[in-house]
C-alpha cells in the first residue's frame, strides 16, 4: 500500500483518537447540530421551512439550558422560554408543543449523537484494545463538546416524566452494555484477564466519563486536559482488565508510559 495512503489512514478517526481527528470526522456543534436537532425533530414541529427552523431551534434549545441552569428546568415555564428567545407563544408552539416535547427532543438528540458515533466505530472491526479506547475517547469528546446537552440530560433527569426518565436510563445503560461487550469480547480473545466483575467495571468506567461534564471546574483547577482524563481513563480501565499487550494485534509503544505519567500525576 502506497505510504501516503497508510499515512491518512492512520491519522483518521479512529484510528487517531486524538479530539481533532474526532472533530474532523464528526461536527457536533453550529449549523450541522442544528441541522441534526432539525432532523431529529422536524416530525413534532409545524414549521418545514429548514433554514427558519434552524435560527429558531438554536435560540429556543440554547435559553433552555441557560433558563434549566439558572433556575432549573422545573420551575422554567414556556412563557419564560418565549421572553427569553423573543419568539412568541403562537410560534414557540410551532417548534415544541409542551416542555416535556423540549426534554424529549434534547435525549433524543443526545441518544441518535451516541448510536451514529458508537455504530460507525462498529464498522471499523477495531480489536478489543483500539474499539475501547475509542469508545472512551469519543464518549468523552462528545460529552465535552455537547456538553449542555449531557449536563441536561443528568441533572434535569430527576424532573422529568415517567417516559423520559426510562429513555434516560437506558441510554447509559446502552453504553454500559457497550463496554462489557467490549470487555468480554477482549477476555475471549486473551487480551483482557477475567479477575473481576466486567458489569461493574462497565458501571464504574461509565461515573468516570461522566464526571467529565459534570465537574468541569475540578478538572480546571487541576488543570487537566481532555486529552490527559481520556488517557487516565483509558489507563485505569486497562489496569483492571490486567491488560494483556503480549496478545494485542497491534503496537503503541507510548501508551505504556503515558499511563503511567498520568497514575503518577492522579
Known amino acids: 500500500m502506497d505510504n501516503n495512503v497508510v499515512e491518512t489512514i492512520t491519522s483518521a478517526w479512529p484510528q487517531d483518537t486524538s479530539i481533532d481527528a474526532f472533530r474532523r470526522t464528526w461536527t457536533l456543534e453550529g449549523e450541522p447540530l442544528w441541522q441534526r436537532v432539525f ?4 416530525e413534532r414541529m409545524q414549521i418545514k421551512n429548514g433554514r427558519t427552523a434552524l435560527r429558531n ?6 435559553c433552555t439550558f441557560r433558563l ?9 415555564s414556556l412563557r419564560d422560554l418565549s421572553r427569553e428567545t423573543q419568539i412568541s407563544m403562537g410560534g414557540l408552539y410551532a417548534y415544541i408543543g409542551s416542555k416535556s416535547d423540549l426534554a424529549s427532543a434534547i435525549e433524543a438528540v443526545v441518544r441518535q449523537t451516541i ?5 460507525d466505530l462498529e464498522q471499523h472491526q477495531l480489536d478489543p484494545y483500539q474499539r475501547l479506547k475509542a469508545v472512551i475517547c469519543a464518549d468523552l469528546y462528545m460529552n465535552d463538546i455537547m456538553h449542555p446537552w449531557y449536563y441536561f440530560c443528568f441533572i434535569e433527569a430527576k424532573g422529568l416524566d415517567k417516559a423520559q426518565r426510562e429513555a ?3 441510554m447509559e445503560l446502552k453504553f454500559d452494555q457497550r463496554l462489557e461487550e467490549i470487555f468480554r469480547e477482549g477476555i475471549r480473545a486473551g487480551v483482557f ?3 473481576g466483575n466486567p458489569t461493574l467495571l462497565a458501571a464504574s468506567t461509565t461515573a468516570m466519563l461522566q464526571q467529565w461534564y459534570l465537574k468541569r471546574w475540578k478538572f480546571q483547577h487541576l488543570k487537566v486536559g481532555i486529552a490527559d482524563y481520556a488517557d487516565f481513563v483509558f489507563g485505569h480501565v486497562l489496569s483492571s482488565l490486567n491488560y494483556q499487550p ?3 494485534t ?5 501508551t505504556a508510559d503515558a499511563q503511567v505519567n498520568l497514575r503518577s500525576r492522579a
Open 250 to 254: 497491534h503496537t503503541e509503544p507510548e
Open 193 to 195: 484477564r477475567d479477575d
Open 68 to 76: 434549566a441552569n439558572s433556575q432549573g428546568f422545573h420551575s422554567m
Open 115 to 119: 448510536d451514529d458515533v458508537m455504530s
Open 246 to 248: 503480549e496478545h494485542a
Open 39 to 42: 432532523a431529529v425533530h422536524h
Open 168 to 170: 434516560a436510563t437506558q
Open 57 to 62: 431551534l438554536q435560540k429556543i434549545f440554547t
